[in-house]
């Protein structure tokens, strides 16, 4: 097992690399103007080129993404040029990192233990009342953008509940509409393909041996499917990572939360380059480990991937 | 068959328990009907059956006879779409055919019957261990716990003909072969102590080398714990080594029922004739292997009268119009066939037949 | 049971215990019900009450959206309108009976631009969707058939398949200039690659598939296997792929206008109309301007959505039951 562990951890970095420098590439396309701000038009076309040439943007490629690695390797991403103009994109990051990161783990986790605890009990009271509600749950979840049901989230539960609109850290009852809203949609993932593989499970072969020994129907349900239907889950773990980067993007500027969600969305507006570029990095390797983590986890709950020797494509 | 009719067979060493001649099992009349796309389908035509404690029964017949859904509703394991219609399972003091609900099956399976089913590629849970799968049933049944429990998984693992068990226990089902996964599917079935053990096919999945092993394997078990066993096949060669009685299944009916001799050397019901004959054993060199003409019915239909009728080229015309009755032929033979009428027309014994008492004579 | 045997016995006619004659034919007979997979697909699709009723409700709405500007009536999508009285423009009008979904904080009527949004964001879905069929199954079909091509493109697919489509749509709306085309562009750019694997997933388990190989053993002409043996399998996934891309691209596309990398403000989409009225969701009386978008959207999505799925359901040959 640590073999495969290890092949998909050098697996990742692979990918990470090719990533990185596939982004790379493409963000040298970005508007120019998004390095100069407000200075832009000041310019005229002779600065702006020398500009340009100081940044090493008119190099070739390669010397570019030779620069750019060496930098990385440094620990350095640039400097903002818009947003906090001069200021070194590692240390904004740096401040808002953990928001973003407390926001998004604990949405997962949250809607992990919802979403299987809901998939259970549809599974288990398939085609009656739970299953129902959990069903018109989901579609509607999946169907309609989230965009939508996050602002009248927003709008009524805010009144409803008392609650302060705007995110405080100090205060912990605005902590909980922006989880609140995170948790939806992974919730629902979780929960439909809980659902689905369980059933898939109850029809198998298997099952029907654990019932000719004698099982009740609810053993059989959590001895044998329940377990099973984890491995399968673990696929969907990084999706639901997905999920929580481009939720946050949303959340984080809704309730004014100082993340690189909200970040991202401003550096945008302002057309900052360096700020975009270094946040598409970052979430582009979150992406990333989030796929192996999830391979881990499959390898972890299903005995028989351990054995096999060719990693599988995905 | 009544309980008090004696058998009176001096050819074949018996076991014991059928000299007592109690059924334990008697089903009389059953049917059993599928629902299929808004269509139903009758898939057990009134078949009756009784059981005898400690033989082995064996019931035979084509794909598609309907020998799986009549086990299947001996336990309760029907799909969906199936039904008990009308008919009675007698088994102890409870009626099988009005079980509804899932409390009333827990108390035969297992329990009382279990089943070793034809597939040990699907039939094991692939991500538990073997040894937790069996110990399911002996805690089950059994009412061991913790160390007790696991010995006796050790215990029956070995009885079953699994080596090492102590290192099997932990091991997947991946990790054995066909052969070995159907060992632990007997063994579990076995671990349930019950009385009845029902096996589906349980070497068609199987390597010929392995097969004998396993029906072995079987018939011990058999002798060891008591158990009364029924075997459904399509392959009379297996039947022949281990049966004491064939029951013959055709279009959802029992048509003929008797003693191990009796279906192979005296078969009444032309149907059997034809089974017999399609052993591919009794093929003479140079000539045309038989087989049976035609396909079974379509069951979505009613059948009137015989439904072999169609196929059987010595056919009576009342085979078309009247369902035949059970006709004794000994005590312990019965075959549903106007044939047996006693205004019926003689018939010769098939060519095929003649062949087959010859051969064993030798 | 002997009792019975000879009633039965009595009443027959002795002169049935003769041979009868022996058919073949008849012994052949089968006698199955014909299955037609098109037939099974539309019953079991039609059996499903919900579906049925919101495939009407689409069939209206995508008529109604499309004759919309014909019908009498009807104003323009981006003209402000003014008060003939007092020559101001028609700001913030609550839906009476002449701007029946009201106007927006700059004269201009919302019914109107509403259809307008949603036949762009049609559109938008349906090109997206198409680009992913076509593509998909053209690439797919090839990268499952061909052994050869199967390794280099596998390798291919697994780096490009690790990069987050988010990220991606993000990047590409960044870097092009914002409109109908860039939109299209960068949804199909991230979305077929899914399709692709999808489709090349089902032909290579089916390429191997016994019954195929049967078919070529016997002659069967590519055109015959294709058609009779491939395509009832692709069909289900094409037309759920086809239905959810509608959804999807007018979330996506909300998302991105959230973000500013949607379309200009001036082409009215779905995905502007809901951010303006995000802007004036928290005045009561303003509100509407975001209920009418957000209703119309929901019923777009979950409508689409439902019934793809269900007509996904009906075509698997495993619920012909």
Not at chain 1, 122 to 133: E, P
Request: charged share 20%; glycine share 6%.
């Amino acid at each position: 097992m640590l073999k495969y562990i290890l092949k998909r951890i050098f697996r990742s970095f692979i990918t990470l690399f090719a990533v990185t420098t596939i982004v790379f590439m493409l963000m040298r396309l970005m508007p120019e103007e998004g390095y100069f701000g407000d200075s832009y038009d000041k310019l005229d076309e002779i600065q702006r080129e020398a500009i340009l040439e100081g940044m090493g943007l008119r190099d070739p490629m390669h010397i570019q993404l030779i620069h750019f690695y060496k930098g990385l390797i440094k620990g350095d991403l640039g400097t903002s040029i818009t947003y906090r103009p001069k200021v070194p994109v590692t240390e904004i990051l740096a401040k808002k990192i953990p928001y973003s990161l407390w926001l998004g783990l604990s949405s997962i986790l949250i809607a992990i233990i919802f979403g299987l605890w809901m998939g259970i009990s549809m599974a288990q009271h398939k085609d009656r009342l739970m299953d129902g509600v959990g069903t018109f749950y989901i579609v509607f979840i999946r169907a309609v953008p989230s965009a939508v049901y996050y602002l009248f989230l927003q709008l009524y539960l805010t009144s409803w509940l008392k609650l302060p609109i705007l995110f405080d850290v100090d205060e912990k009852a605005s902590f909980f509409l922006p989880l609140l809203s995170m948790s939806l949609v992974s919730l629902a993932g979780y929960a439909m393909w809980m659902r689905r593989y369980m059933v898939d499970e109850l029809n198998k072969d298997y099952i029907r041996l654990a019932k000719a020994k004698g099982l009740r129907q609810k053993e059989i349900m959590f001895k044998h499917v329940m377990r099973n239907a984890f491995v399968p889950m673990a696929q969907y773990l990084p999706t639901s990572i997905l999920f929580a980067i481009s939720g946050s993007l949303y959340i984080e500027s809704l309730y004014s939360i100082p993340g690189i969600g909200s970040l991202l969305v401003e550096s945008i507006q302002r057309q900052d380059n360096p700020l975009v570029q270094a946040l598409v990095l970052i979430y582009a390797a979150i992406s990333i480990f989030g796929l192996l983590m999830g391979d881990v986890l499959m390898a972890f709950f299903d005995p028989r991937i351990k054995f096999e020797t060719q990693g599988g494509g995905r | 068959m009544n309980s008090d009719e004696m058998i009176k067979q001096d050819e074949k060493h018996l076991p014991d328990q059928i000299k007592k001649a109690m059924p334990i099992l008697t089903i009389e009349n059953l049917v059993v009907k599928f629902n299929l796309r808004g269509r139903s389908l009758s898939a057990i035509r009134e078949a009756s059956l009784s059981l005898y404690k400690g033989e082995s029964l064996a019931i035979v017949g084509e794909s598609g006879s309907g020998k799986s859904v009549f086990t299947k509703s001996l336990m309760g394991l029907l799909d969906a779409n199936g039904w008990v219609d009308s008919g009675t399972i007698q088994y102890k003091t409870y009626d099988l055919a009005q079980f509804k609900k899932e409390k009333d099956w827990l108390k035969i399976r297992g329990k009382e019957i279990a089943m070793v089913f034809q597939d040990p590629m699907t039939s094991l849970n692939p991500l538990k261990t073997i040894g937790k799968q069996v110990r399911e049933a002996v805690v089950k049944h059994q009412g061991l716990k913790g160390r007790e429990a696991t010995n006796a998984v050790y215990d029956i693992l070995e009885n079953v003909g699994i080596d090492a068990p102590r290192k099997r226990y932990n091991q997947y089902p991946f990790e054995f072969s066909g052969g070995m996964r159907q060992r632990v599917v007997i063994a579990i079935a076995v671990a349930c102590k019950p009385e009845i053990l029902i096996c589906d096919e349980p070497t068609t999945a199987l390597d010929v080398t392995i097969q004998a092993q396993i029906m072995e394997l079987i018939g011990e078990l058999q002798s060891k714990y008591g158990l009364t066993v029924i075997y459904i096949t399509h392959d009379l060669g297996v039947v022949a080594h281990v049966a004491d009685r064939v029951a013959v299944m055709y279009a959802g009916d029992i048509v003929e029922i008797g003693l191990s001799e009796e279906i192979f050397y005296d078969p009444r019901h032309p149907y059997t004739s034809a089974l017999l004959a399609s052993l591919p054993q009794l093929g003479i060199k140079g000539e045309p292997l038989y087989a049976i003409k035609g396909t079974p019915p379509n069951l979505f239909k009613k059948v009137e009268g015989d439904a072999f009728a169609f196929r059987n080229e010595k056919a009576l015309k009342i085979d078309f119009v009247k369902r035949p009755p059970y006709f004794k032929i000994s005590e312990t033979h019965y075959a549903k066939t106007w044939l047996m009428d006693e205004r019926a027309p003689k018939v010769d014994k098939p060519k095929i037949i003649e062949l087959l008492n010859e051969r064993s004579a030798k | 049971m002997t009792q019975r045997m000879k009633h039965i016995a009595e009443d027959i006619d002795d002169t049935l215990f003769t041979f009868a004659e022996y058919n073949q034919s008849a012994s052949e007979e089968i006698g199955y019900s014909n299955y037609s997979y098109w037939q099974s697909t539309i019953q079991v699709f039609f059996k499903n009450k919900v579906a049925v009723f919101l495939l009407m409700v689409i069939v209206l709405l995508l008529a109604f959206t499309f004759i919309q500007p014909l019908l009498p009536n009807q104003k323009l999508p981006t003209k402000i309108y003014n008060d003939p009285v007092t020559n101001m423009q028609y700001r913030n009008v609550a839906p009476n009976s002449e701007f029946w979904f009201g106007t927006n904080s700059i004269g201009q009527d919302l019914w109107s631009r509403i259809w307008s949004g949603t036949r762009t964001s049609l559109i938008i879905g349906f090109m997206v969707g198409l680009f992913e069929v076509i593509v998909g199954i053209v690439i797919g079909a090839m990268w499952g058939y061909m052994r050869k091509l199967d390794r280099v493109i596998t390798e291919i697919y697994n780096v490009w398949n690790n990069i987050p489509t988010t990220i991606v749509l993000i990047l590409l709306t960044y870097i092009m200039r914002p409109g109908i085309f860039t939109l299209i562009f960068a949804m199909s750019i991230t979305s077929w690659l899914s399709m692709t694997l999808l489709v090349r997933n089902l032909i290579v388990i089916l390429r191997d598939r016994e019954y195929n190989l049967a078919s070529r053993c016997l002659g069967t002409p590519i055109r015959r296997i294709i058609t009779k043996n491939l395509v009832p399998y692709l069909v289900s996934v094409i037309m759920l792929r086809m239905a959810l891309a509608i959804p999807t691209a007018i979330g996506l596309e909300v998302f991105l206008t959230y973000i500013g990398l949607g379309l200009p403000v001036d082409i009215p989409s779905l995905g502007n109309l809901v951010n303006e009225g995000r802007l004036l969701m928290m005045s009561e009386s303003l509100r509407y301007q975001l209920f009418f978008p957000a209703i119309v959207i929901s019923l777009i999505t979950i409508a689409f959505y439902v019934m793809g799925n269900a007509f996904a359901d009906a075509a698997d040959p495993r619920n012909h039951v």
